[in-house]
T-cell receptor, first 113, second 114 residues
Framework: DQQVKQNSPSLSVQEGRISILNCDYT??????FLWYKKYPAEGPTFLIS?????DKNEDGRFTVFLNKSAKHLSLHIVPSQPGDSAVYFC????????????FGSGTQLTVLP | NAGVTQTPKFQVLKTGQSMTLQCAQD?????MSWYRQDPGMGLRLIHY???????DQGEVPNGYNVSRSTTEDFPLRLLSAAPSQTSVYFC?????????????FGPGTRLTVL
């Protein structure tokens, strides 16, 4: 049973527009949420995170929103750039879990010039 | 500062062969982990270590062994390779429990088992 779901395998967006990537989780005990970006033939790189005590965290063009009642996480990229084209994974972790991450299946974002 | 390094980048094995995937980090991180990524799936945790001499199982540990004799190195051993172990393997490291849980990943090892 998947604890973290990214229901959209792919997303295409025009350059300059907003990209919204979504993630749902099942366990309300998860207390830290992260987004990773992955280019082909490379390892994932950390992008942005949010703790369960917040509902929004912003870093430049990237904003993560957390809706705890809906168990829903989203990543907004504004404005989208062609270099943002990559696979985006959401990941969650649980207090006391020795920092072990549970990942979603990923969403391939393509930003069209 | 090389971060997390993994060797080899590519490997082809025959069923039943054994091998060790190497992982090293130079950031003095306490935590190290091994994940595998299969098509259409997220990364799944194989084994992890919270410090030298301490290891534990993750979500998919069967067929793999690990040890952690130093802070820097965390090798993953395939005991008797099977086609189901064809995957991309990522090693990751992170600092201790009082810091943010973002992990640093190596570039991956692409393993094919025939």
């Amino acid at each position: 049973d998947q604890q973290v779901k990214q229901n959209s395998p792919s997303l295409s967006v025009q350059e300059g527009r907003i990209s919204i990537l979504n993630c749902d989780y099942t366990n309300s005990m998860f207390d830290y949420f992260l987004w990773y970006k992955k280019y082909p033939a490379e390892g994932p790189t950390f992008l942005i995170s949010i703790s369960s005590i917040k509902d929004k965290n912003e870093d430049g063009r990237f904003t993560v929103f957390l809706n705890k009642s809906a168990k829903h996480l989203s990543l907004h990229i504004v404005p989208s750039q062609p270099g943002d084209s990559a696979v985006y994974f959401c990941a969650v972790t649980l207090s006391g879990s020795a920092r072990q991450l549970t990942f979603g299946s990923g969403t391939q974002l393509t930003v069209l010039p | 500062n090389a971060g997390v390094t993994q060797t080899p980048k590519f490997q082809v094995l025959k069923t039943g062969q054994s091998m060790t995937l190497q992982c090293a980090q130079d950031m003095n991180h306490e935590y190290m982990s091994w994940y595998r990524q299969d098509p259409g799936m997220g990364l799944r945790l194989i084994h992890y270590s919270v410090g030298a001499g301490i290891t534990d199982q993750g979500e998919v540990p069967n067929g793999y062994n690990v040890s952690r004799s130093t802070t820097e190195d965390f090798p993953l051993r395939l005991l008797s390779a099977a086609p189901s172990q064809t995957s991309v393997y990522f090693c990751a490291s992170s600092t201790g429990p009082n810091s943010l849980p973002s992990q640093y990943f190596g570039p991956g090892t692409r393993l094919t088992v025939l």
